[in-house]
């Protein structure tokens, strides 16, 4: 198992850009999680999927953010239009029985 | 609504024992984990507790009390390669997510 993967691992745009995430998590995991990291606000979940189902969107920023997981096998975080303040880092994380195991991040700078 | 609160920064010697406090409050509780994160990597999971009492996994321990709302992290034998980031997460809520707390900057001087 490669564990969680994800793409790109860095990504530096301009403000208005279209931003699209990309995550492939470990085997058999039960759910998925986005999270966002920064310096003043910590690691905040954005959304979670159980079953490729989103259970909980309450902590994504506004409308600009969306996620989709078509398959188990894959998940996207959209940023449309981004902004300078989403500068962050940014963990998809899978869960297999009671460990979240998290991909590399991607490290995202809007100009 | 869920918080957690731990000390935001620690500082200790090679050698040492140091304990990273954690309180939490949710409505539901499933259990309390704690996460290492070095800087400019992602968090790794280090334990997880359900039930009151230690768990100890070699040199770490973890704690919890639910009567208190309450655990901890011990580190024995303190390492330079343990200087990162420690978080403690709670799964709790009507949905049972993992919520993490500010994380606590352990430093380890020579």
């Known amino acids: 198992d490669a564990g969680v993967i994800q793409s790109p691992r860095h990504e530096v745009t301009e403000m208005g850009q279209e931003v699209t995430l990309r995550c492939k998590p470990i085997?058999?995991?039960?759910?998925l999680f986005w999270y966002r990291q920064t310096m003043m606000r910590g690691l905040e979940l954005l959304i979670y999927f159980n079953n490729n189902v989103p259970i909980d969107d309450s902590g994504m920023p506004e409308d600009r953010f969306s996620a989709k997981m078509p398959n188990a096998s894959f998940s996207t975080l959209k940023i449309q239009p981004s902004e300078p303040r989403d500068s962050a880092v940014y963990f998809c994380?899978?869960?297999?029985?009671?460990?979240?195991?998290f991909g590399p991040g991607t490290r995202l700078t809007v100009l | 609504g869920q918080s957690l609160e731990q000390p935001s920064e620690v500082t200790a010697v090679e050698g040492a024992i140091v304990q990273i406090n954690c309180t939490y409050q949710?409505?539901?509780?499933?259990?309390l984990s704690w996460y290492q994160q070095h800087d400019g990597g992602a968090p790794t999971f280090l334990s997880y507790?359900?039930?009151?009492g230690l768990e100890e996994t070699g040199r770490f321990s973890s704690f919890l009390s639910r009567s208190d709302s309450y655990g901890y992290l011990l580190l024995q034998e303190l390492q330079m390669k343990d200087s990162a980031s420690y978080f403690c997460?709670?799964?709790?809520?009507?949905?049972?997510?993992?919520?993490f707390g500010k994380g606590t900057k352990l430093s380890v001087k020579p």
């Open positions: 994380a899978a869960t297999r029985g009671r460990e979240q195991f």
């Open positions: 085997s058999g995991h039960n759910s």
């Open positions: 507790n359900a039930l009151d």
């Open positions: 997460a709670v799964r709790g809520g009507s949905q049972g997510n993992l919520i």
């Open positions: 949710t409505s539901g509780f499933y259990g």
